[in-house]
């Protein structure tokens, strides 16, 4: 049986697993393998925004695309997506109506 959670992001199929091995980072994401890393050590707050974190960057990459993504650095990329996803993790929390809504694609009643 596989470990971890299959997502889908785009048109991939990505694994988010717990792991005991992560250095230097509560979390990562390994492009090319699809698989996102979340370091066992990490509180359920700190995992669930991981976890959107890094779906984030692998959005950026896929949106973006190979060639586009290489034009921002590391950096800006962090930078961008470390701001963006509490307030992601926060609308989700607060908004349980539009996100139920959203995901039974629900019209506006
Ligand atoms: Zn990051």
Not at 24 to 35: H, I, R, V, W, Y
Not at 70 to 78: D, G, I, L, P, R
């Amino acid at each position: 049986m596989d470990k971890g959670i299959k997502v889908e992001i785009g048109s991939y199929i990505f694994t988010i697993e717990k792991v005991d091995n992560l250095k230097g980072t509560n979390a990562e994401t390994d492009l090319m393998a699809q698989k996102i890393s979340i370091s066992d050590k990490v509180s359920v707050d700190i995992e669930n925004e991981c976890i959107l974190h890094e779906v984030l960057h692998a959005i950026w990459y896929i949106a973006i695309g190979v060639c586009q993504h290489a034009k921002f650095t590391e950096k800006q990329e962090e930078l961008v997506i470390g701001h963006i996803t509490p307030f992601l993790l926060d609308f989700i929390r607060r908004n349980p109506d539009i996100i139920y809504k959203i995901m039974n694609r629900q019209y506006l009643g």
